[in-house]
């Protein structure tokens, strides 16, 4: 099953706009995590956020963290061509072993055109 | 490069085969886990270890698929008489719980198997 669903399915923005990425998400969480992947590459961890958090930085990177609407959002600033790839969110579902698994969105998959 | 690695990078074979792909993870990770993905959808858990342990397995999961993780190292995900829906990209992911930083996974380049 998918907890988290990300919005817009699909972005398409000039080099140098911000880009905006939307996961909403089901059951209470500890963290959320945005990971990226590009064409033909494995993912990358960019940034977690805790649930007591409500904001997080990492260099253009900026996320926000609504526990009471259960949505997230990823901002890029001053996009580049090189952030051209798919984005998902993930958060953590607890499971029967008292452990949590990570469960993935559907994606955002952003185009930067030069 | 991560510093997780997966073998093989690529699998074809024919339906009713066995297949076995193996996954070996950030040496000091203790948790260690496999996804699967297909186009357009994002990564699909497994199954995860912690050490040796193995702690979930998805709902998803049939009984034609295992796997293991001995001594809490390496880990291999078998699929016996493989499926043509068994076709998709497998995906290792290892961390270190607590650790600092939290609960990062890194994950390897992922094996693509397709079922002919």
């Known amino acids: 099953s998918q907890?988290?669903?990300?919005?817009?399915?699909a972005l398409s923005i000039q080099e140098g706009e911000n880009a905006t990425m939307n996961c909403s998400y089901k059951t209470s969480i500890n963290n959320l995590q945005w990971y990226r992947q590009n064409s033909g590459r494995g993912l990358v961890h960019l940034i977690l956020i805790r649930s007591n958090e409500r904001e997080?930085?990492?260099?253009?990177?900026r996320v926000t963290l609504d526990t009471s609407k259960k949505s997230s959002s990823l901002l890029i600033t001053a996009s580049r061509a090189a952030d051209t790839a798919s984005y998902f969110c993930a958060t953590d579902e607890k499971v029967a072993s008292g452990t949590y698994k990570y469960i993935f969105g559907t994606g955002t998959r952003l185009k930067v055109l030069a | 490069d991560t510093g997780v690695s997966q073998n093989p990078r690529h699998k074809i074979t024919k339906r009713g085969q066995n297949v076995t792909f193996r996954c070996d993870p950030i040496s000091e990770h203790n948790r260690l886990y496999w996804y699967r993905q297909t186009l357009g959808q994002g990564p699909e858990f497994l199954t995860y270890f912690q050490n040796e342990a193995q702690l979930e397995k998805s709902?998803?999961?049939?009984?034609?698929?295992s796997a293991e993780r001995p001594k809490g190292s390496f880990s291999t995900l078998e699929i016996q008489r493989t499926e043509q829906g068994d076709s998709a990209m497998y995906l290792c992911a290892s961390s270190y719980i607590p650790?600092?930083?939290?609960y990062e996974q890194y994950f390897g380049p992922g094996t693509r198997l397709?079922?002919?």
Request: hydrophobic share 20%; net charge neutral; proline share 4%.
């Open chain 2, 114 to 116: 397709t079922v002919t």
């Open chain 2, 59 to 65: 709902r998803l999961l049939s009984d034609r698929f």
């Open chain 1, 3 to 9: 907890q988290g669903e990300e919005d817009p399915q």
């Open chain 2, 99 to 102: 650790g600092t930083g939290g």
């Open chain 1, 56 to 61: 997080k930085h990492s260099g253009r990177l």
